[in-house]
């Protein structure tokens, strides 16, 4: 009986150690996803900085396009990773809370800009400034549950296909963020349609991280030293223009499309690739990125009312500390109460 007892014991204690381990390595891939966040909103950050003395510094231009290659494809490929709960539940909460914080960001966006140009422009549904993501992201929901029961790969390829087309149409431009919503929803779609094991089954493998820092070391010269050529493509990488901005080359608009698309992609997944999959000093800060992402641009704006003529290097260090000091629990500790909030009935799943 002692000898049962023991064995039976002893599997229990296997079995907790075993569910101890699962959870822990379950714990350690959340720090992966931090880590990225925090280096895509520490660079959103920075872009919008250096953004001011792009025409004035061709090592600004380098930054700025370097930056705009991947940074807002990542940030919609996570905002759809994360987003399969909600989608799955039909969660209109979400939505909700999205179009708040968007009317929310908007009207002190303007209100800004109203200080400083001293006429109040007023236009709730037509953007191009940061607010843009938060309409998007509204849009990209709707859009998702509607057709959550279609095929992901046909969607995808068929999103893609309206993505090259729209280009051509002038008046798809800042009315509803239509132009951004349309161009960036594939990557949306690839995080709808992608995992945690695919993901680290490519970043986790030691070949791929080589493989990216040589590229991404490339990359970075091709930023610098062809500036001038690949600072064309800028109108793209946004998202936000028609090909009308390509003048001349407007016919062939769709192609540059395929090939930013290409670029964003490679480059994206390179990132991906170099960010460590373990908890690190700044782990943390990235699970506090909406505060950064939502109060950055305002403090930025509110800078440049001084019209203080900076310098790249300071601007880049101004970005750093925005981006630290907003990443303190006390800036995060609201935003994360009022997205616990719930519009709907309590059987609405809010995640």
């Keep these: 009986m002692n000898k049962v007892k023991d064995k039976k014991e002893t599997l229990t204690k296997k079995s907790k150690i075993i569910n101890k381990n699962k959870v822990k390595q379950e714990h350690e891939r959340i720090y992966y996803f931090d880590n990225l966040k925090f280096l895509l909103i520490l660079l959103v950050v920075i872009g919008h900085c250096v953004e001011s003395v792009v025409n004035s510094s061709i090592y600004a231009k380098s930054i700025f396009i370097f930056i705009y290659t991947f940074h807002m494809p990542l940030f919609v490929f996570i905002s759809g990773f994360f987003a399969k709960n909600s989608i799955k539940n039909n969660n209109k909460n979400k939505i909700v809370q999205y179009f708040i914080l968007y009317i929310s960001l908007y009207f002190f966006t303007e209100v800004i800009n109203c200080i400083k140009t001293g006429v109040l422009s007023f236009s709730l549904f037509t953007t191009s400034a940061i607010q843009w993501y938060l309409l998007a992201t509204c849009l990209w929901y709707i859009v998702s549950i509607l057709t959550k029961n279609m095929n992901k790969k046909y969607l995808l390829i068929f999103s893609i296909f309206i993505s090259l087309i729209i280009g051509y149409d002038k008046s798809i431009n800042d009315f509803l963020v239509l132009s951004r919503t349309i161009v960036y929803y594939p990557f949306f779609l690839l995080g709808l349609m992608s995992n945690k094991e695919q993901i ?138 009022f997205l616990k909030v719930n519009f709907f009935n309590k059987n609405d799943d809010v995640c």
């Design 200 to 337: 680290f089954k490519i970043t986790d493998n030691k070949k791929n991280k080589y493989i990216s820092i040589l590229i991404l070391i490339i990359y970075i010269f091709i930023c610098i030293f062809l500036i001038d050529y690949i600072y064309k493509f800028r109108p793209l990488f946004t998202g936000r223009n028609p090909y009308s901005v390509l003048n001349s080359y407007e016919s062939f608009g769709l192609f540059f499309r395929i090939i930013t698309y290409i670029i964003s992609f490679i480059i994206g997944l390179c990132i991906m690739c170099i960010v460590p999959n373990k908890k690190i000093s700044i782990s943390k800060l990235g699970s506090r990125t909406f505060a950064v992402y939502f109060l950055h641009n305002l403090i930025i704006k509110t800078i440049f009312l001084f019209d203080i003529k900076f310098k790249l290097y300071q601007l880049i260090i101004i970005g750093v500390l925005i981006t630290f000091i907003l990443s303190f629990k006390i800036f995060s500790k609201p935003f994360d109460m």
